[in-house]
């Protein structure tokens, strides 16, 4: 489990700063670390959405996601189980 959860957070750094570069930043976008039993997060905006819209768009993609997965899931023989 562990090593899954360090290569997503590395390929998540990446990203994080390929978006950096691509937008002449220096600095990663991205920074991750740990704190047990938390999960925090900060949004930052760069143009015409507020934090709050950015995440409530996000979980509403999210959400989406997972009903088509659910959708895929029980077209499956067996009803994905």
Known sequence: MRAMQAANIDEIRKIGMAIAKAYGS???????SFVPEKFTFGVESAGGLLPEQIVASA?????????????????LPGGGM
Not at 26 to 32: A, I, Q
Not at 69 to 75: E, I, K, L, V
Request: charged share 20%; net charge negative; glycine share 0%.
């Open 26 to 32: 220096p600095e990663n976008l991205v920074s991750v």
């Open 59 to 75: 979980l509403r993609a999210l959400v989406d996601m997972m009903a088509e997965t659910q959708t895929r899931a029980q077209a």
